[in-house]
């Protein structure tokens, strides 16, 4: 069993910049797959990051140039910065995790395990 906790949400206004962290617990990272999704109120969940067990990294385009997904294999943690934020990027932003790799196509599929959240909110 993998349990990942998010820390990091926030509110901030259009333009400015946060950091989300996640530590996760049960295995190794270097045998993870990990991930960010985000969900607002509403609409269906939206695969955000993904760095699978290799370093091989997968961008929504809807993010791409804007975040970036990050990970410190020995603290068990992966990161979301996430710069030039806009209104639209308001949502719940979950971490999740996946044993050994990547499904083909994470983004879309999902992981297998997932936090409880962290809140992103952007002003306009």
């Known amino acids: 069993q993998v349990q990942v906790m998010e820390s990091g949400g926030g509110s901030v206004q259009a333009g400015g910049s946060l950091r989300l962290s996640c530590v996760a617990s049960?295995?190794?990272?270097?045998?993870?797959?990990m991930g960010w999704f985000r969900q607002a109120p509403g609409k269906k969940r939206e695969g955000v990051a993904t760095?699978?067990?290799?370093?091989?990294?997968k961008y929504a385009n809807s993010v791409k140039g804007r975040f970036t997904i990050s990970r410190d294999v020995a603290e068990n943690t992966v990161y979301l910065q996430m710069n030039g934020l806009k209104p639209e990027d308001s949502a719940m932003y979950y971490c999740?995790?996946?044993?050994?790799?990547?499904?083909?196509?994470?983004?879309?599929?999902?992981?297998?395990?997932y936090g409880k959240g962290t809140l992103v909110t952007i002003s306009s």
């Open positions: 999740a995790a996946e044993k050994l790799y990547c499904n083909p196509d994470p983004l879309y599929y999902g992981l297998d395990y």
């Open positions: 049960g295995h190794p990272m270097n045998d993870l797959c």
């Open positions: 760095i699978d067990y290799d370093g091989t990294i």
